[in-house]
């Protein structure tokens, strides 16, 4: 499920933070978040398309937080950007932020 909508320069970064704070009960704490991006649609694209990069991922585990940074990507397309928090109790928590790359 998405829960937030970004923009990201084709040629820019993009610096998102996921927060988990809310979704911690009975004091868990987050023990881990992995990141991955994915293209909404799969287009066959030429050695010339980029693809979106992930950057260097910063996590503040004690704030229930993670922040990556994204790079690239193709005008117009529409992209999935998602954090996996893992509690100390074990649960699962995906966030999905919709991205889309624009011109300018």
Not at 13 to 28: H, N, Q, R, V
Request: net charge negative; charged share 15%; with cysteine.
């Amino acid at each position: 499920m998405t829960t937030d909508f970004q923009l990201l320069p084709v040629d820019g970064k993009l610096a998102y933070t996921a927060d988990f704070s809310a979704e911690l009960a009975g004091g868990a704490t987050l023990a881990g978040v992995a990141w991955s991006i994915s293209p909404v649609e799969v287009v066959t694209a030429s050695p010339t398309v980029m693809s979106p990069t992930l950057g260097t991922q910063s996590d503040n585990l004690a704030e229930a937080q993670s922040t990556i940074k994204v790079s690239r990507g193709v005008h117009g397309r529409l992209y999935v950007l998602q954090a996996v928090g893992t509690t100390s109790t074990g649960e699962v928590i995906p966030k999905d932020v919709a991205v889309v790359c624009m011109n300018g």
